[in-house]
C-alpha cells in the first residue's frame, strides 16, 4: 500500500475526508525523513506542520531548566498524526521539544495550506476541529490518568495505544513517560509477563 494510500484512510477513518476532498489536499502534502534524535518541532519554535508518521516513532518532551531532567508527555507511532498540538493551533513558541526516536518518515502539511483547506470545505473544517478536540483529549486523558489510573493501568494503556513502542523504545524513556523510577517498571513487566499479557 503506498503512503498517499495509508495517509487517505487515515483521514478518512478520523474525519470522514472523502476522496474528493482528499484530492484536493493532494499539493500540499510532502514527504520528510528524519534521523534518530532529529526534531520535528524544537523548544520555543512555532509548529508549522502537521505530519502523518508513516513509520517510526517521535516523543514530546520537557526538560527541567534547573535539573536537566526530561519528562515524556506524549508518544506517536505509524498512522498517527504528530504535531506540537498547542503550538500549532495558537501559533505560538512550543513548550516542548518534539523529537523522532528512530529512523521516521512522515507526510507533512503547512498550516497556511491546512487553512487553505478549511475556507474551501466543510469536511477540512471538520477535519481542523477534530485536531483541536483531539489536542484538547490527550492533554486531559493523561492529566486524568495520574489522578486515577495505577502505573500498571497506565502502561497497559499505553501498550494497547502504542504496541510497537517497547521494541524500538529504550525503557527509561517509557518509566519517564509512566512517571515512575526503572525498578518500578521491570516488576509491573514482570507481574504482566506471569499472567502472560507481555
Known sequence: MSEI????????????????????????????????????????????????VIDGVFRT??????????????????????????????????????????QSTILYIHINHLKQLYEQSHEWERFGRLVAETAFNLVMNHTEDFLFRTPEQRYVQLMEQHPDLFNVVPLYHISSYLGIQGPSLSRIRKRMQVRGKS
Do not use: D
Request: overall charge negative; hydrophobic content about 30%; charged content about 25%.
Open 5 to 52: 494510500t495509508l495517509l487517505e484512510q487515515a483521514l478518512s477513518s478520523f474525519a470522514g475526508i472523502s476522496p474528493e476532498e482528499f484530492e484536493r489536499s493532494l499539493p500540499f502534502w510532502e514527504r520528510k525523513e528524519y534521523k534518530k534524535g532529529e526534531f520535528y518541532n524544537a523548544y520555543k519554535n512555532v509548529c508549522k506542520h502537521l505530519g502523518f
Open 61 to 102: 518532551y520537557h526538560v527541567h531548566e534547573e535539573t536537566g531532567e526530561e519528562k515524556n508527555l506524549l508518544f506517536y507511532t505509524s498512522n498517527q498524526i504528530v504535531v506540537s498540538y498547542k503550538s500549532f493551533l495558537e501559533q505560538r513558541p512550543c513548550n516542548y521539544h518534539t523529537e523522532s526516536m528512530t
